[in-house]
């Protein structure tokens, strides 16, 4: 069963305040015991994510696309106007 955002599943608070998290949505998420989810409070929502076991696997990606299409054609560039400006100043 793939669930989506139109699925709503229904989970009880225990006496520890503790929650199981769905078959359907572990084996969808490939959440497994022993694995951290993140908790955070969204307008009022409690949402949970994935956690990745690292925190260099949660900013992997993060600056994709921060130079353009190709990071390098940037760097050329940015080295090309700073031998211009060194050449106008002399050096």
């Known amino acids: 069963m793939m669930?989506?955002?139109l699925n709503v599943l229904s989970v009880k608070?225990?006496?520890k305040h503790q929650i199981v998290v769905p078959s359907a949505v572990r084996r969808q998420l490939g959440i497994k015991?022993?694995?951290r989810?993140?908790?955070r409070i969204e307008d009022g929502d409690v949402v949970l994510?994935?956690?990745p076991a690292r925190?260099?696997?949660r900013l992997y990606g993060l600056g994709r696309g921060m130079y353009g299409p190709d990071p390098d054609l940037y760097i050329r560039e940015l080295r090309?106007?700073?031998e211009e400006r060194l050449e106008r100043l002399g050096r």
């Open 3 to 5: 669930l989506s955002m």
């Open 33 to 35: 015991a022993g694995d």
């Open 55 to 57: 925190a260099s696997e």
């Open 49 to 51: 994510h994935p956690r």
């Open 13 to 15: 608070v225990s006496t």
């Open 37 to 39: 989810l993140e908790v």
């Open 80 to 82: 090309d106007e700073w």
